[in-house]
Nanobody
């Protein structure tokens, strides 16, 4: 079984910083893309940032220059450093990853999408 466990999040004031981390564990052969997504009340889940195993990154326009995504391949962990936070950054943040686990009883190699449980980020004065 593969799990993604997020940590970080919380309540901060506008302009402050916050860091999130997400560690993948379990019977993992390889991880392709790891990313952060967020969902605000009444809105659809959206991409915040993602990073490939080779280090290529992509950011939502709304967070460019303020957020930085990074990953430690040896630890199967992805990070999101959020600076200059705004009230509109308030959302539940989810970690997602494309993971190839070792084959189970079926013997099949199958890459699949895995998600963390989500962590609340609230930016408010």
């Amino acid at each position: 079984q593969v799990q993604l466990v997020e940590s970080g999040g919380g309540l901060v004031q506008p302009g402050e910083s916050l860091g999130l981390s997400c560690a993948a564990s379990g019977s993992i052969f390889s991880i392709n893309v790891m990313g952060w997504y967020r969902q605000a009340p009444g809105k659809e889940r959206e991409l915040v940032a993602r990073v490939t195993s080779g280090g290529s990154t992509k950011y939502a326009d709304s967070v460019k220059g303020r957020f930085t995504i990074s990953r430690d391949n040896a630890k199967n962990t992805v990070y999101l450093q959020m600076n200059s936070l705004k009230p509109e950054d308030t959302a539940v943040y989810y970690c997602g990853a494309d993971i190839m686990p070792y084959p189970g009883a079926t013997g099949l190699w199958e890459m699949d999408d895995y998600w963390g449980q989500g962590t609340q980020v609230t930016v408010s004065s």
